[in-house]
């Protein structure tokens, strides 16, 4: 029972980051309708960002998290506007550069910091108990976290002015314009955030497990996993998404082999673009 129960409290705790992992993904395909394979390294320099603010600088963890968080959405931003802004219109390309954007970024933190794994400290440390099941504090701080910034982003697209522009963005990008919207700043500005969210799906597993030149990949598959899975352009589905691979990926490694890990995404994904390719609950990948 014990077990059972620590299970299903790792499992929840765990798919709160991968939705945290795929929605900045997702946001940028439904705004901009483009694949984004730089996504995981945003991931990476938001962890590096943190390892260098809190750990080569001392400036504690609290200063680290916010310099990751800005250090992904300076380099999302700027890959925007220097790279993809001109070419946009045409995905296929967006997506070669990208993932070469990907490669040259990895290869350069290789190079210039090696491959040995980094740590950043905890953001809160000990541990808490839930009944019988005793969590660390630190994986209860990212849960609680993780959520409120899903929950700010669902209140952000719903409720304020920007959202509803991104709203009409992500629907036509033309209908937008006819509306008074810029799309080409309201498109910086999803790239911005979802490099922002990047940097913190890059250190909270920074957090409780180390930093590395390659730690975005792992979250990259993911990302395509959930936002296949659950529907590709939708923030909701990506949220039920990553919940239904974050479970099945827990329960797998738990009751039958840990060596499973990182495989179970790709077989969800594998399978979905074979049965169902428009997803649990959205359009067909194609369009």
Same mark, same amino acid.
């Given at each position: ?5 620590? $299970? ?135 849960? $609680?976290?993780?959520?409120? +910034? ?117 077989? +969800?994904?594998?399978? $979905? ?15």
């Amino acid at each position: 029972m014990v077990n059972a129960l620590a $299970v299903l409290v790792n499992a929840v705790i765990i798919s709160a980051l991968y939705a945290l992992v795929a929605i900045g993904f997702t946001l940028i395909f439904g705004v901009g309708g483009v694949l984004n394979s730089a996504h995981g390294a945003s991931i990476t320099v938001g962890a590096f960002g943190a390892y260098f603010a809190a750990r080569v600088f001392g400036l504690g963890i609290v200063v680290g998290l916010l310099a990751g968080i800005a250090a992904a959405a300076v380099f999302s931003g700027l890959l925007y506007l220097v790279m993809i802004e001109r070419i946009e219109d045409q995905p296929i390309t967006v997506m070669i550069l990208t993932l070469v954007t990907a490669v040259a970024t990895e290869q350069l933190l290789l190079n210039m910091l090696g491959g040995q794994p980094k740590a950043i400290p905890s953001l809160v440390p000990g541990s808490v108990a839930l009944g019988p099941v005793s969590v660390q504090a630190n994986l209860l701080v990212v849960f $609680v976290l993780s959520w409120l +910034v899903i929950g700010g982003l669902f209140w952000f697209v719903d409720r304020t002015k920007a959202g509803k522009a991104l709203l009409a963005t992500s629907m036509s990008h033309k209908g937008a314009a006819l509306c008074g919207i810029d799309s080409s700043r309201v498109t910086l500005v999803t790239w911005v955030i979802a490099g922002a969210l990047a940097g913190l799906a890059g250190v909270f597993p920074g957090s409780f497990l180390s930093v590395g030149w390659a730690m975005g990949r792992t979250p990259l598959v993911l990302s395509f996993s959930i936002v296949v899975l659950g529907e590709i352009g939708s923030v909701r589905g990506s949220v039920v998404g990553a919940y239904l691979i974050g479970f099945l990926e827990v329960f797998t490694t738990s009751y039958v082999d840990a060596r499973l890990q990182g495989l179970v995404p790709l077989v +969800v994904l594998l399978v $979905v673009l074979i049965v169902k390719p428009e997803g649990l609950f959205g359009r067909e990948l194609a369009g």
